[in-house]
T-cell receptor, first 115, second 117 residues
Framework: DTEVTQTPKHLVMGMTNKKSLKCEQH?????MYWYKQKAKKPPELMFV???????INESVPSRFSPECPNSSLLNLHLHALQPEDSALYLCASSQGTGYRAETQYFGPGTRLLVL | QQQVKQSPQSLIVQKGGISIINCAYENTAFDYFPWYQQFPGKGPALLIAIRPDVSEKKEGRFTISFNKSAKQFSLHIMDSQPGDSATYFCAASFGAYSGAGSYQLTFGKGTKLSVIP
């Protein structure tokens, strides 16, 4: 099973709202990722968690706040977003063994619209 | 040196034809090269991947050809079908231990493939 699940599938929020995106995997992977993808563009890395610790933050604005409650779950908390933050938000995971480049498995994404 | 250059940007192929997408990289530290297939509104799905110790890998109708000396790799889709119509991304990743247990994928800009009946 190589499934990464994400909820919700779609989200519409105002610029003053607070919302959260959720991601879950049960493959025993220890590395989890958040990506942002705009239309007709490749995914852009936002955050990487390794063994539940934030290891990479690609200079993402503080209105995006990641959280990794345990090895299977990854959240992305959203607050005071801007319309330009509207995009497909993707979660991915990989084994996280640390000695070889490895496959990242992506979830279906959350389509976010900021009004 | 972190870039992966992908071409063409779009491709139209007749049903039953061969679709070919090319990628080139500069950084010789890359040692893992996956291809992802993405349908509109969906997440990227791993299609096939190769490491530089082999020159070709085939899975069904999909083949990766890898030329280490030229720093190029390509995806061939044989007997292309309308259901193959999607956006394809090549990517590359480092193999050295980062200390973080995680790896960053460098993506190409994508190729939109349309297979017409």
């Amino acid at each position: 099973d190589t499934e990464v699940t994400q909820t919700p599938k779609h989200l519409v929020m105002g610029m003053t709202n607070k919302k959260s995106l959720k991601c879950e995997q049960h493959m025993g992977h220890r590395a989890m990722y958040w990506y942002k993808q705009k239309a007709k563009k490749p995914p852009e890395l936002m955050f990487v968690y390794s063994y539940e610790k934030l290891s990479i933050n690609e200079s993402v604005p503080s209105r995006f706040s990641p959280e990794c409650p345990n090895s299977s779950l990854l959240n992305l908390h959203l607050h005071a977003l801007q319309p330009e933050d509207s995009a497909l938000y993707l979660c991915a995971s990989s084994q996280g063994t640390g000695y070889r480049a490895e496959t990242q498995y992506f979830g279906p994404g959350t389509r976010l619209l900021v009004l | 040196q972190q870039q992966v250059k992908q071409s063409p940007q779009s491709l139209i192929v007749q049903k039953g034809g061969i679709s070919i997408i090319n990628c080139a990289y500069e950084n010789t530290a890359f040692d893992y090269f996956p291809w992802y297939q993405q349908f509109p509104g969906k997440g990227p799905a791993l299609l096939i991947a190769i490491r530089p110790d082999v020159s070709e890998k085939k899975e069904g109708r999909f083949t990766i050809s890898f030329n280490k000396s030229a720093k190029q790799f390509s995806l061939h889709i044989m007997d292309s079908q309308p259901g193959d119509s999607a956006t394809y991304f090549c990517a590359a990743s480092f193999g050295a231990y980062s200390g973080a247990g995680s790896y960053q994928l460098t993506f190409g800009k994508g190729t939109k493939l349309s297979v017409i009946p």
